[in-house]
Every structure is written in structure tokens, then in C-alpha cells.
């Protein structure tokens, strides 16, 4: 594709503006749905009222979250160490079995004799 040199027939498609890509764009625009299902832009609102927004919501609790750990299923645990060992390849969904003797030697390429 040529350049004419005219930034102006540059569209970016993030914010739709002329003269920069959606790389070089500056805007800053997320999508806030609200309970109703309406949606806004945050770009309308300033930094205050973005800030309480996501206090009401929970989504600034990082530190909560890492405070409270990682929860696990004890059905699922369960689940797994009762797991049957198969008995049979079929079993195992393998139809070709591939060995391969010496694995750790393979960047080694010297001739046995």
C-alpha cells in the first residue's frame, strides 16, 4: 500500500477519529453496563465517578481476593484420587505407542561404534 502522506485520510477504528491507528490512539474507552442492561461510556464520566463505580462493584478488591486464597472443590479432589487407572491401551485413547531410548541424548548426535 502507498502513502499519499495525508494522515488525514487515517481513520483508527478505536475511536473512529482521523490522522493515528488504534496504536498511536489516546482515548480511553471502556464500556460500563449497568444493572438495567444500559450501557455507557466511561469516557463521559471523570475519574471520581469511575472510582466509586468500581468500589460499588467490588472490582478494586485484589487485595481481598488475595487475602481469602484460592477455594477448592473437595467433590473434585475426591473425584480425581478415586480416578480408575486404566487397564488397557484403549482405555488410555492411544492407538500408537512411541518409546523413545535415550531422550536425554538427543541433542547429542555422535556415532556409537
Not at 48 to 62: H, K
Not at 83 to 104: E, F, H, M
Request: aromatic share 4%; proline share 3%.
Amino acid at each position: 500500500m502507498a502513502s499519499t502522506g495525508k494522515t488525514r485520510d487515517i481513520q483508527c477504528r478505536k475511536c473512529l477519529g482521523f490522522g493515528h491507528i488504534e496504536r498511536e490512539c489516546r482515548t480511553k474507552r471502556v464500556m460500563l453496563v449497568r444493572e438495567d442492561g444500559e450501557y455507557d461510556s466511561a469516557s463521559d464520566f471523570d475519574e471520581d465517578t469511575l472510582a466509586l463505580i468500581a468500589a460499588r462493584d467490588g472490582t478494586n478488591s485484589d487485595s481481598e481476593r488475595e487475602m481469602e486464597g484460592i477455594e477448592v472443590d473437595p467433590a473434585k479432589i475426591e473425584a480425581i484420587e478415586n480416578w480408575p487407572q486404566p487397564k488397557t491401551v484403549t482405555q488410555v485413547g492411544i492407538k500408537t505407542l512411541v518409546v523413545i531410548d535415550r531422550a536425554s541424548k538427543i541433542g547429542n548426535s555422535r556415532r556409537l561404534s
